[in-house]
């Protein structure tokens, strides 16, 4: 059972897409097209290019805007306007997971590479609002992404995260590195199981998984 290594987390992180709601509702879809589509108009490149560059920003970077920023200059603030306009109507409100993260003992925040008033939209379609006692988005990391370490320092500095005491929900294994490393509990939020030294647990269901916790 995970509770006994739970029992001296104060604080709890969680990621947002993917995590907080189920990778079935294809939310990231609409800002990944979208996110494609801003890179082949700004460069006035094709498709497959588009794809291709983003891979290689998501490797050397962390993720499209890091790359867009480091390689051409870009002003974050009019894509993450753009990437993020998307419609959340296949999300549903999740009364069970609500119970379940408010139920948690101490502070719970949520960090994502979106923007926090993306994170905003989301929590309140879920049914999540009130919940949670801070969003942060990456432009609280000065527009750093997880999974850089120096971007997690940020926003754990501003929150007042003490690593030591929390727990870092996410479904991108990769993420879950530098919390791991600062001396988080790591939980990793997939269908899928991902092997690594960084990741404590897994969990296909995240209502599932918190109910044992308390």
Known sequence: MPKQHFAHVTDWVFDLD??????AARLFDQVDARMTLFVMNMLRIDRAKAGTLRDRYWQQHGTTLAGLMAEHDLDPGPFLEIVH?????????DADLAARIRALPGRKIVYTNGTASYAARVVDRRGLSGVFD??????NA?????????????IFRQSGVT??????FEDEPRNLAAPHEMGMRTVHVAPDAFAADHIHHHTSDL????????
């Not at 690593?163 to 870092?168: L, Y």
């Open 142 to 154: 000065g527009y750093r992404p997880k999974p850089e370490r120096a971007a997690f320092d940020s």
């Open 163 to 168: 690593p030591q005491h929390a727990a870092m």
């Open 85 to 93: 306009d998307i419609s959340l109507d296949h999300l549903d409100p």
């Open 134 to 139: 801070a969003l942060y988005g990456v432009e």
């Open 18 to 23: 993917n995590t907080l709601y189920p990778p």
């Open 207 to 214: 209502t599932e998984f918190l109910s044992r916790l308390v």
